[in-house]
């Protein structure tokens, strides 16, 4: 069976340079939609716009050969996000800011390191361990110093739910890397809209779901840009991105979510950090900035991808 053709690394950067910029922004577009629905209703109007493009393109799927037992590692993905990711992110954007959340999604590529570590038997060098560490002092300075506003009620709840999604978003991350070495990016970007809209749908009828009885166009427009531009547009930039480059290399680019959300937030939101969190930021990157680069991942013996195609082992650095 011949090799897939891979197309030059320059398409997968310039396709993961545009995922996060549109997940910088829906940080904004989620808060602005928050502010008319319920939380539950805000994921599900998103995971069902895009289910609804994924089922009029069906078409584009027929070529897809499912392998036997992937249902677990999909059903894995989907769950991690998804479903707890959205859950946890929802609620986290009602009691911190728009900033703050971008802020802890930093700490991402450390989780997805550390979870290699536990899941994959990935060795680890001592300035990893350093900059986790880091990174997790910041991120609990950067919720301690936080004041209540109307942008964040609840700062340290709201970062500490964010926080909880990083986790699922690293669940998500090393099966989708598995994944997309036997499916196109954009069947599995597919199968998360659908599992969302399943997942999220029993959801809206629980007593503590407050059902619309308005659409508000601001609102509205941002859950219809979150179920486009986002779960069909950033999703699929990413899966792309991450089936063409090392997981470690593509982690690195989620760096950039905290900086772009901190500037959309400060234009587009008027968020406001306190001196003491600018400087508890300013630790978070530090400790992520030191964990990246060569050396993250002290050899060891190869432990063979078994997605991997004509037998190639993952490449370490992070992200599988």
């Known amino acids: 069976m011949p090799a897939p053709r891979t197309l030059p690394v320059s398409s997968a950067t310039l396709a993961l340079l545009l995922a996060m910029l549109l997940w910088s922004s829906s940080f904004i577009a989620m808060k602005v939609a928050l502010e008319g629905f319920d939380p539950m209703v ?42 707890l990711y959205f859950v946890f992110e929802a609620y ?32 680890l060098a001592r300035r990893v361990w350093s900059g986790f560490v880091l990174a997790i002092i910041g991120v609990i300075w950067l919720s301690l110093g936080g004041t209540s506003s109307d942008n964040a009620p609840n700062p340290l709840l709201g970062n500490l739910l964010e926080l909880c999604a990083m986790v699922s978003a690293t669940g998500y991350v090393i099966n ?81 979510i905290p900086v772009i959300t901190l500037l959309m937030g400060r234009v587009l939101l008027g968020d406001q950090l306190t001196p003491q969190q600018y400087a508890a930021s300013a630790l978070v990157l530090v400790g992520v900035l030191l964990s990246q680069g060569r050396g993250a991942t002290v050899p060891d013996r190869a432990a063979p991808d078994e997605a991997a195609p004509n037998g190639t082992a993952s490449q370490p650095g992070g992200k599988k």
């Open 42 to 83: 805000v994921v599900f109007g998103r995971m069902g716009i895009s289910s609804a493009v994924f089922l009029a393109l069906w078409r584009n799927f027929r070529h897809v050969r499912y392998r036997k037992g992937d249902w677990k590692r999909l059903g894995a993905m989907a769950l991690c996000e998804p479903c």
């Open 176 to 256: 989708a890397k598995k994944l997309s070495a036997t499916y196109p990016p954009l069947f599995i970007t597919a199968v998360q809209s659908l599992a969302g809209s399943v997942f999220f749908l029993p959801l809206l009828f629980l007593p503590t779901t407050q059902l619309p009885d308005a659409f508000p166009l601001l609102p509205t427009l941002s859950v219809v840009y979150l179920g486009t531009c986002i779960s069909l547009g950033a999703y699929g930039l990413y899966n792309f991105g991450v089936s063409r480059l090392p997981a470690g290399q593509a982690s690195a680019f989620i760096n950039l």
């Open 92 to 123: 986290a954007l009602r009691y911190t800011s728009a900033s703050q959340a971008g802020m802890i999604v930093s700490v991402m590529p450390l989780c997805v390191a550390v979870a290699a570590w536990i899941v994959l038997g990935e060795r």
